[in-house]
């Protein structure tokens, strides 16, 4: 046929799916959740307490999110940012489409392993110190596709969760609590001690 | 309303011009065989009073002894449609003839059932997986695939 050239290369399709069969071979365990935080109350430094009140106030109070949004959570997303239960109370209300500008990734859906060499490239891009929700069933476990054969189950297997939002899908109020705890964990972060852990 | 056309009075116009093509024919669907499958339909196409000039959807089905590949060919002219089956009985490689040729949009819906099926369509442009990764280990469709 002369449409010939309107198809996608093989070549493109064979170093795709190189990088998937080698992503999943390398997530087939869960990343252990960050809680290097649970033990910075007992070593807190004096002299910088006021400095880190006032830097962990300003982190999250303008946690902007980045869009990372593959199934239908982000519906549930979409009415928590809109009027009637407003995230930009949290200054969250800017959803970015550059990782360059977000500090947290809401991972509102089923990820598929097709698409999760994207997703964790666009975490990787995320300037420190970034944080992620996992919302819904799915992105915490797989949900009821956990079993499949193209499912991730969990985001976990690719990138460290901070806070798991439970629900089929999570109400605006589950996100918008698991936004609060999120807070509370960034109030207890120390710059002394690196990045963001 | 599309108007669904009997299968047996099709089957008797195919059976006048290609004799032992159609294996069986019910009243709403006919059963052709694969080999004569290319030739049929390019006849449903282009004949005057039949004019399937619109290949709805193409599903393939797992029936453990053969695979069946379903066509519904509809006629936006004459506001009619068919649908017409073929089998495919070799499990390990299963063939049957692109229909490309006759109606592109058969393109992806043939390149998803080579993908989740594993039926190759001979004489398609460009089969490769569609869904899945290429490098994907069998067909997830498959009522064997575990």
Redesign the interface.
């Known amino acids: ?1 002369e ?2 050239e309107v ?1 996608s290369s ?1 070549k493109l ?2 170093v ?3 990088a ?2 080698e992503l999943i071979a390398r997530s087939q365990e869960t990343i252990p959740d960050p809680d290097g935080w649970l033990d910075e109350e007992l070593k807190r430094n004096i002299l910088l307490t006021t400095v880190d009140a006032v830097i962990n106030w300003g982190r999250r109070s303008s946690m902007w999110p980045v869009f990372c949004f593959p199934a239908c959570c982000a519906f549930e997303f979409m009415t928590t940012a809109a009027s009637r239960f407003d995230i930009s109370r949290f200054g969250m209300e800017i959803v970015r489409a550059s990782p360059r500008q977000a500090d947290l990734m809401i991972t509102a859906g089923t990820l598929t ?2 698409m999760a060499p994207q997703v964790k490239r666009i975490y990787d891009q995320m300037a420190e110190p970034k944080w992620v929700i996992a919302m819904g069933a799915c992105a915490i476990s797989g949900g009821i596709f956990r079993s499949s ?2 499912v991730v189950p969990g985001y976990n297997r690719i990138i460290p969760v901070d806070v798991y939002v439970p629900g089929c899908p999570p109400r605006p109020e589950a996100l918008l609590y698991g936004i609060g705890m999120l807070h509370k964990k960034i109030a207890k972060m120390s710059i002394t001690s690196g990045d963001g852990e | 309303m599309t108007l669904a056309l009997s299968g047996e009075k099709i089957a008797r116009q195919i059976e006048k011009r290609f004799p032992e093509s159609v294996i069986e024919s019910g009243a709403d669907s006919l059963l052709v065989k694969g080999d004569s499958l290319l030739e049929v339909a390019a006849y449903l196409k282009s004949t005057p009073g039949l004019d399937f000039d619109y290949l709805t959807a193409i599903t393939a089905v797992d029936y453990y002894d053969y695979f069946e590949v379903v066509y519904q060919l509809t006629s936006l002219k004459h506001n009619h449609g068919l649908v017409v089956k073929t089998r495919c009985y070799d499990r390990d490689n299963p063939v049957l003839p692109s229909v490309v040729s006759l109606w592109r949009g058969a393109d992806f819906q043939e390149r998803e059932i080579y993908d989740l099926m594993g039926i190759s369509f001979e004489g398609h442009p460009n089969l490769k997986r569609i869904v899945l990764w290429e490098g994907f280990e069998g067909h997830p469709l498959r009522k064997d695939f575990l």
Do not use: A, F, L, T
């Open positions: 046929m449409v010939d198809y093989r399709d064979e795709e799916g190189k998937i069969n392993w097709k054969y193209s």
